[in-house]
C-alpha cells in the first residue's frame, strides 16, 4: 500500500487529527489545530521524507509541514493558499475538499493561524507568529 494512503487510512479509522509516517515511526494525535504540529518543529524534530495525513491544512499548517521537511501530505480539507504553498515547496498534495479559506473554529471568520501567517513569505517565520497568535487567544479567551 501506498504510504499516503497507508496514513489517510490511520487517520480515519483511529479517528485522529493528524497522522505522520517516517520510517517505521508513527505519531498520532487527536488534538485539534496546529498545536502537535507546532510542538514537532519546536522539539526539532525532522519528519525528512515522512508522511502525513490531517483534517485540516490551511497556510499555518502548510508552513509546518514545509519545516518538517515532510514528502506528502493529506487533508480531508486543505485550503488553495496551503495547496500552492506545499506544492512550491515540492511536497506532494492532495485533500478531500479544496476551500478558499480555512473558518475559524466558530465558523464566524477566517481561522486566527491563518490570519497570523498570512503576510508571511518565510515558513521559518511562522513558529513565532504561531506562538503569538496562540498566546493572544489565551489571552482573550479564545
Do not use: F, W
Amino acid at each position: 500500500m501506498d504510504e499516503l494512503a497507508r496514513v489517510k487510512g490511520m487517520l480515519h479509522q483511529g479517528g485522529y487529527t493528524l497522522v505522520l509516517l517516517c520510517g517505521e515511526q508513527v505519531y498520532t494525535s487527536d488534538e485539534r489545530g496546529i498545536r502537535p504540529l507546532l510542538e514537532r518543529v519546536l522539539s526539532g524534530t525532522d519528519d525528512s521524507g515522512g508522511y502525513a495525513a490531517d483534517r485540516i491544512v490551511g497556510r499555518a499548517a502548510a508552513m509546518l509541514y514545509i519545516l518538517l521537511r515532510v514528502r506528502a501530505v493529506y487533508a480531508d480539507v486543505m485550503s488553495k493558499d496551503a495547496a500552492l504553498l506545499l506544492k512550491d515547496a515540492g511536497i506532494t498534495a492532495s485533500y478531500g475538499t479544496l476551500t478558499d479559506t480555512i473558518m475559524n473554529r466558530d465558523g464566524t471568520g477566517s481561522c486566527p493561524m491563518e490570519a497570523a501567517t498570512a503576510a508571511l513569505t518565510d515558513p521559518a517565520d511562522a513558529p513565532r507568529a504561531l506562538i503569538a497568535a496562540l498566546k493572544r487567544l489565551r489571552n482573550t479567551g479564545g
